[in-house]
């Protein structure tokens, strides 16, 4: 496939995820590299919704450490249940974070971003990283992002 991503500005984020899932689907399918595959989602999610960080922190050694991401830099090392990453890691479920300075511990790694959404991506029953999507706006995650972010790490199994 072409590594050229066809963005669509519709109103309707729902609409716009179903028009990039099949792109990073095709994106990813026939790779094996993890790496090469968390970098073309992260990137793929950042140029279609301009948020302002998008990246993975994956598991390694006992902490999540970063992996591909889109965005300012970041920090590199996460303690399991430090933070909304941390956070997700140890529950093993999606946190949606309306305003980050309201949750507690969370960790500042740029004080631009006001709300975020982590998703643990799962090998089994363990939690092998998670997808950390920051946004430089108030309450800008909801369901709607939950469940496409879901079927998008889903793909990383198929």
Not at 65 to 72: D, H, Y
Not at 79 to 89: L, P, T, Y
Not at 90 to 104: E, G, R
Request: hydrophobic share 45%; glycine share 8%.
């Amino acid at each position: 496939m072409a590594e050229d991503l066809k963005i669509i500005t519709a109103t309707d984020k729902a609409e716009q995820y179903r028009s990039l899932i099949p792109q990073i689907e095709a994106l990813i399918t026939g790779e094996t590299d993890q790496v090469a595959n968390l970098a073309n989602i992260a990137a793929a999610l950042k140029e279609q919704f301009k948020w302002f960080w998008v990246g993975f922190y994956l598991v390694k050694e006992g902490e999540l450490v970063l992996g591909p991401f889109q965005g300012p830099v970041a920090c590199t090392r996460i303690q399991k249940g430090k933070g909304v990453c941390g956070a997700s890691w140890a529950q093993k479920q999606t946190l949606i974070v309306p305003d980050v300075d309201a949750f507690p511990g969370h960790i500042a790694c740029a004080t631009a971003s006001r709300s975020e959404i982590v998703l643990p991506l799962f090998q089994g029953d363990e939690v092998i990283g998670v997808l950390d999507v920051d946004s430089e706006h108030l309450a800008h995650f909801d369901e709607v992002d939950a469940k496409y972010l879901k079927e998008i790490i889903n793909l990383l199994h198929g």
